[in-house]
């Protein structure tokens, strides 16, 4: 008797220095869950920083977000509307927009680049995502600002809501989505 429930004191000791054993790793960034959150933290932040920076804006920001501007108009063009751009607004057909900040995808592929870099991958399987899924985001948003727009000439009254929620949950949703698709498609190891 005395032996079973000394049995179940070292057993249960021993579960409990287990469990203090994988918080302790958990809390250490040696489960890998946390060290890809810490990571992921850490790049969002690195990148935010670097593109709060006003050479990285006025040579990268505000030209990218006027490619984006002109290569919508250019689809616009091309399946019939009367547009034009300037910078980062595109006008024509009653209506003009202008695509700031939050609408050229580059935070979108901020994050979706960090948790590329952040999963633990081999450096072949994050330059495949990294690469596919800046394109997938690119079009993604291209398609998404030309859609934004064709509302704003034809249905108006739609533009802000359709803008606001059901683009942007889409788009998040699509991007995420796609992250997903990268793990579970093409990384086929998961290094230590």
Known sequence: MARTKHRREVLKKAEKAAIREKIKAFLTLRHPITRFCALFLILILVFSFLLSLEPIKH???DPF???IASQAAWILK???LKVHASGITISGEGFSVKILANCNAIFEIMLFLSAVIAFPALLK???IGGVLGTIFIYILNLLRVVVLFLIGV???QFFEETHIYVSQSIFIVMVAM???FWVGK???SVPA
Request: cysteine-free.
């Open 78 to 80: 091309s399946i019939g």
């Open 178 to 180: 796609f992250w997903l």
């Open 125 to 127: 399987e994050k330059l």
């Open 154 to 156: 034809y249905s108006p």
């Open 186 to 188: 093409w990384v086929r």
């Open 59 to 61: 040579y990268f920001y």
């Open 65 to 67: 977000t006027t490619l």
